[in-house]
């Protein structure tokens, strides 16, 4: 079974709206077994909507149309799959009855404009929407073509907005298709490493995951990092969860130097979750990431069991002032040194009372270093330094690109940094 | 005229990646005065992307293709495009000596799949791509229709990833599709406000806007903020220039309490602008905020001129030692307090000399505050304050959303209460 997804609305036809929902979509659908093969982004007119309605009909099994349930003579979905399919929309009194308590209870008139909302395809099943007043269809079909006697059709109506369509989708949807699809086992596997190229993750695993066709393995290159997926579908859940681990603990087992999570965590809690065991805290003295690096932790909840937080230094008075770098140092050696760094991490470190202490110190871009031993410094040169108890490592590195690429590449090789030096 | 994009690619109808080369496509196109009305994503399948290609030739002027243009099995495009417009395909050898040039150049053998990239659709114009092996093409031609004697398409092939796809299109086909399309003259602006409902800007400005109906006007919510967009066309620069301006300037006069940019320009930009011409300096103490109003600073390059850094300070010890706070009003009046934001402005403002300093404190959730005093307070409370060498003014906001949510309202609240009373 393939699907199309049909996301109606002329805003998704601009420079500044796109269609998301579909994302979220083709996961669920991919969970029950079907491929989304088509989408279709098309405004709201009729008969450009319903001309992409009989198209989708044509060539997928299963079409889901977002959007244009609104009441509005821009909402057109549901005329569109009408005349589509060739039957007719019949007003259903418990829609228009539920739709004029919804106006009543909040005091407003109702326009008749919204009595169209309770127009439902004949044969469909009404989907409660509890976050909105446009309500989904379902309709599970038999269609006459011309090339096909019988050719049979399942046509979704859904509301636009994610927060609309996506409980009701959850809660409704998934059961009926889940019914009229054979059962399916699936398990799910994310395996994550940073700093690390696509091309050299495919390059040694791929002699391993192509041992396992029946595991579908996509590998996504993400922000500073990598990411490795594995899904298997089985006749039993252990069955395809056997299938996904074997794979799985394979490849941890070729990429143990790279791999920081192995079920989907992010590279922030994993850090978090090696200090928690560990019961270390953390406080970050940062300059080129500008609060980033702060940022990023205090995202995670209850980071704060961990995680002091710390400074941002960006001028020299303030490396100084809070993680008492000697201005000397900074005079002699400039602020992107292996020396500023080590300053930054040990003076963060003894002040806050941390168990460890990080400095970031480098150039962001896109003007290079300042007058004095800064000046013929690169663009994307960082000195990272960790300190512990029991001494401080410096990193240099270099990154490419622009301000924000140079900035996150510089929080994500700290934060390994760290978990590598927890792993000791 | 209008135009279909058909993106080209499986992993774009995977949960994980989207299409967002033709948000780029829309407004290039829209600025040469053609309208979008259809997008259609399709995998790395002949019969697929054939059949995608013959639907968007029948229903548009333009149809742009990005992706499937590599040297691999699954780059179609070329096929599938020859394929529905019923031309073949010519091998160039000015193409194929260049494509063995390249790979010569880094010492890597050409294998032979590489020669299908030197295939041209008959009549086509080679687009160079600077970034990458893939050529794109521009066919302007006239095909042979049966509802139709003869039907004008012009049929675009464009590299998929879009630091190929972009210069190519802006340096090639913009020039191109100038010269077959009437000439247009364009004026745009952009108002921004921060922190005000959507609905309240439409009810505001709509009285003024229609007024202009010549004047495209979008109002768009971004994140913690409402854009308005005008675009004017008409056959001169400066009187599309005129309409915009005249209507933006009424607009502003209107909304002159909550317009931070009337230029487009970031939040961010508008106050380090502000404090550069008054040459102030600002510094941070931020709790709940975590570091991102620190991070959404120095984003911005140079911003080190009028931005000395500041602290993160998630911890009460943190708050006294990098602001000052006392330990006795943290006690006795909770970290989510006035006397604590207003102790943490006037502390880091003491601290770094900074001419202004800035307090943030407040719940992100998910969980609420610690026992004392903060325990009964609600997440999404949230106070700031700002000193001066003139005193200090404290505000307190009630947020609603998740933790991400809240953090960003709260760093955005902090910009405008700077940016206002830098307006004193």
Avoid at 105 to 119: E, G, L, T, V, Y
Wanted: glycine residues 8%; aromatic residues 4%; proline residues 6%.
């Amino acid at each position: 079974m393939i699907a199309e997804i049909i996301a109606a609305g002329s805003e998704m036809l601009t420079p500044y709206r796109q269609d998301t929902n579909s994302l979220f979509l083709t996961e669920a659908l991919n969970d029950l077994g079907v491929q989304v093969a088509f989408k279709t982004i098309v405004g709201d007119n009729i008969d450009h909507l319903t001309g992409a309605a009989r198209i989708a009909l044509s060539r997928a099994d299963i079409v889901l149309f977002s959007g244009g349930l609104g009441p509005t003579e821009d909402d057109l979905t549901r005329e569109a799959a009408a005349a589509a399919l060739g039957v007719p929309l019949l007003r259903s009194d418990a829609l228009l009855a539920g739709l004029a308590q919804r106006f009543a209870a909040r005091n407003i008139p109702m326009s008749p404009n919204n009595a169209k909302q309770a127009d439902v395809l004949q044969g469909a099943t009404i989907l409660d929407n509890k976050n909105g007043s446009a309500s989904g269809q379902y309709l599970d079909t038999t269609l006459f073509h011309s090339d096909a006697p019988s050719v049979r059709r399942i046509v979704i109506l859904l509301p636009g907005p994610p927060r609309e369509l996506k409980p009701l989708f959850s809660e409704q949807v998934v059961p009926l298709l889940a019914a009229s699809l054979p059962p399916r086992f699936l398990a799910k596997r994310m395996l994550r490493m940073a700093l690390i190229p696509e091309s050299l993750v495919d390059a040694r695993t791929a002699p391993i995951y192509t041992q396992y066709p029946d595991v579908e393995t996509t590998i996504l290159a993400g922000s500073a990092e990598i990411q490795l997926h594995f899904l298997a579908a089985a006749d039993t859940l252990p069955a395809a969860q056997a299938r996904v681990d074997e794979l799985s603990s394979r490849v941890e087992a070729e990429m143990v130097d790279a791999i920081y999570s192995s079920h989907g965590e992010s590279l922030e809690e994993i850090v978090l979750l090696n200090l928690g065991v560990r019961n270390l805290t953390l406080a970050v003295a940062e300059s080129c990431t500008g609060g980033l690096f702060a940022e990023r932790l205090t995202a995670i909840p209850n980071s704060s069991r961990n995680f002091l937080g710390g400074a941002t230094v960006y001028t020299t008075e303030l490396k100084t002032l809070f993680a008492g770098v000697p201005k000397e140092t900074i005079d002699s050696k400039g602020s992107v040194s292996p020396e500023v760094a080590t300053a930054l991490a040990e003076g963060i470190r003894q002040r806050t009372g941390a168990s460890i202490g990080i400095g970031i110190t480098g150039l962001a871009g896109p003007s290079g270093g300042a007058p004095g031993p800064d000046e013929h410094r690169p663009v994307g040169l960082v000195y990272l330094a960790l300190a512990t108890a029991t001494g401080t490592e410096v990193k240099e590195i270099q990154l490419t690109g622009d301000r924000d690429r140079i900035r996150f590449w510089a929080s994500q090789h700290a934060l390994e940094f760290i978990r590598r030096g927890l792993l000791l």
